[in-house]
């Protein structure tokens, strides 16, 4: 089952914590409240385990490896945002710097045993 977190002003989103042990994809959807709002946000994660640490160490994910991060905008209102990880991640979350009239909504799932 899909674990979702809601974001409605600037700033970050609780964090969604993964099982980085069992080392399986993780899928992250990001939907925007409205086709008028605006915003701009990225999506980040972590590798320091939510449980372990206080202090995690945050990256702005990027649509391909490798890659700076990418920001997304109300331009992709029309079409839900999608990024996918193949590697271990801890948690994720979004951070935004621009966001009115709506909220943005994460839900990310983690493919289970073999």
């Known amino acids: 089952m899909a674990t979702t977190v809601t974001l409605s002003s600037v700033g970050v989103s609780q964090a969604i914590n993964l099982d980085w042990r069992g080392s399986k994809p993780v899928t992250a959807v990001v939907t925007l409240g409205s086709t008028t709002m605006t915003a701009d946000f990225t999506i980040q994660y972590t590798v320091d385990d939510l449980q372990l640490t206080t202090t995690q160490t945050w990256i702005n994910a990027g649509s391909s490896t490798g890659s700076s991060a990418t920001h997304f905008s109300s331009a992709n209102a029309d079409a839900a945002v999608t ?32």
Do not use: D, E, N
Request: glycine share 10%; no cysteine.
């Open 83 to 114: 990024m996918g990880f193949a590697y271990p991640i801890a948690a994720l979350r979004i951070s935004s710097t621009a966001i009115s009239s709506s909220s943005l909504t994460m839900k990310a799932i983690q493919g289970a045993g073999w």
